[in-house]
């Protein structure tokens, strides 16, 4: 069973039936319990960081997420993948999970902000598994992106700077864009990380 | 960098696809979630629902098919048509929508604008501006085109930006229906005096009209109804065209 952290930052109805369509039971819990029996934890998210980690906390959930993403397979999607890294300078200097070192900030960029729309991957060479995504299109919505070690970053986008599009650490992936948004090439990201984490 | 979009527009009443909006002579086409699908199944990188039922029985229809298109397409989707509260904003968001689209109740209470941004971020905040050429410029239209409200247009759409809105959904009232190409003028107006993606509607009858307009204007998105509906064209023609003219889209 997929758990999808329920924690009340923006809808997760699409994401949720994009893993069912897959296949997967599916599980949309903010109990910890729920959360311990989980074969895979997704951390969706829509909005802002501060936001997301004061109602991580306020239902107690911080300390649980951390020690969860280091024995299971572990997805943050969008806001989900930013509240990965140490901390984030959107509105004020904010902790984040953690978990990936590196700091969310403000894109820089000449183009209009937020990038929003159909953006085309490049997938960097050392992630063989997604090497298949190479020149994809998948559609995002965001203003702040994250700034990490490149050997964390799987796939990058170009909009007047490199986005950070997807991050891996271990178990632990990032997607910064909307996989249930990006058609059939969504479908396959999520099912290429369900293939990776499951060998 | 980002792909120009191509966006079908579906009417819809009574969980029906209609034609035309002037409310005379609907005909029905088909049910929305099929032919969402199919246009997003044909490439389609957005779609836009305009929800044209005149009473708020009606309107909760509109939800229920929202929740069903959040589930079965899986490209995003805006709804518009009598948005006029916070809570119809909340309402269709909370079924699953991506974006909302506001028109006549933004004109006369552009807090409606403000209020919807800060609480869901602008991203998800269109602001649908029908506007019609003037001696004086172009004037905001509303009543579905038929009522000048004397605003100008452009000072408008720098209004909704400072407001909150996220996109601007621009449809020429002149061009409207008569299928000659979008209007070119007004597209760049707006576009040069916002920094938000505008999406240019009204006058489309050949996938040229969409080449036309990414090439001559820097519009971010074209809409379209009849040409798709129709089965005049479908949405990879109009991709191809596009492509073979050198515009940077989304290939599938």
Known sequence: MIAIVDYGMGNVLSVRHAFEKLGHEVSLTDDINQLKEASHIVLPGVGSFKAAMEEIESRGLKNDLIALAKTKPFLGICLGMQLLFTASEEVEQTAGLNLIPGVVRKIKTDYLLPHIGWNQLTISHEHHAFRYLDQAFVYFVHTYQADTDAKYVVAEAEYGEPITAMVRRNNIFGIQFHPEKSADVGANILKTFLEEVST | ?252
């Open chain 2, 1 to 252: 960098m980002i792909a120009k979009r191509i966006i079908p527009c579906l009417d819809v009443k009574n969980n029906q696809v209609v034609k035309g909006t002037n409310f005379v002579g609907l005909r029905e086409l088909g049910d929305p979630i099929e032919m969402a699908k199919g246009y997003s199944e044909q490439g389609a990188d957005e779609i836009v629902f305009l929800d044209i039922s005149a009473t708020n029985e009606a309107r909760q229809t509109i939800t229920e098919m929202v929740k069903k298109c959040a589930v079965n397409i899986h490209v995003p989707f805006t709804v518009g048509g009598g948005v006029r509260t916070i809570d119809d904003v909340t309402r269709l968001l909370q079924a699953g929508a991506d974006k909302v689209g506001m028109n006549s109740a933004a004109v006369v209470n552009p807090d409606l604008i403000k209020q919807s941004s800060e609480r869901f971020g602008n991203q998800c905040i269109v602001v649908a501006i029908d506007a019609k050429k003037f001696e004086d410029g172009w004037h905001v239209m509303t009543h579905g085109g038929s009522k000048d409200t004397g605003i100008d247009a452009i000072k408008w759409a720098k209004q909704a930006e400072t407001f909150g809105a996220g996109e601007i959904l621009l449809t020429s009232v002149d061009a409207d229906g008569v299928k000659t190409g979008f209007d070119l003028p007004l597209t760049q107006a707006v576009v040069d005096a916002v920094r938000i993606p505008v999406i240019a509607s009204g006058g489309v009858g050949h996938p040229d009209h969409f080449a036309e307009v990414f090439k001559k204007t820097d519009v971010s998105a074209g809409l379209a109804a009849s040409i798709f509906h129709e089965n005049t064209y479908t949405v990879n023609e109009v991709k191809e065209v596009c492509k073979r003219e050198g515009v940077f889209i989304r290939e599938t």
